[in-house]
């Protein structure tokens, strides 16, 4: 089993930039396809984006699409979401996932490892 670790979260303003992060540490951080998601007060967690073993295929959902990167750095065990021109309906915590060994999905059900999540805010 892989343990994750997300951090990066904050307050800031709409139009502004964060980074995410997510550090793994026990199983073979390759393996594992990643993704991020959301959850907002009082709505379903949701697929904000996701990048494959090796990092060659990314995916993300149409809300975030242009402003939201994922990437990943298998030497460091670290999977990563820049959000860029960020939005107050953004504001949601944020988890990362693992799904291993297979290739990056949209449900929930699939992962077998998540995060605690990182609270993002963006203010008006």
């Known amino acids: 089993q892989v343990t994750l670790v997300e951090s990066g979260g904050g307050l800031v303003q709409a139009g502004g930039s964060l980074r995410l992060s997510c550090a793994a540490s026990?199983?073979?951080?390759?393996?594992?396809?990643m993704a991020w998601f959301r959850q907002a007060p009082g709505k379903e967690r949701e697929f904000v984006a996701g990048?494959?073993?090796?990092?060659?295929?990314?995916y993300s959902t149409d809300s975030v699409k242009d402003r939201f990167t994922i990437s990943r750095d298998n030497a460091k065990n670290t999977v990563y979401l820049q959000m860029n021109s960020l939005k107050v309906e953004d504001t949601a915590v944020y988890y990362c996932a693992a799904r291993g060994p297979f290739g990056v999905v949209s449900t929930t059900a699939s992962y077998d490892a998540w995060g605690q999540g990182t609270q993002v805010t963006v203010s008006s």
């Open positions: 990048i494959s073993r090796g990092g060659s295929s990314t």
């Open positions: 026990g199983r073979t951080f390759s393996l594992y396809a």
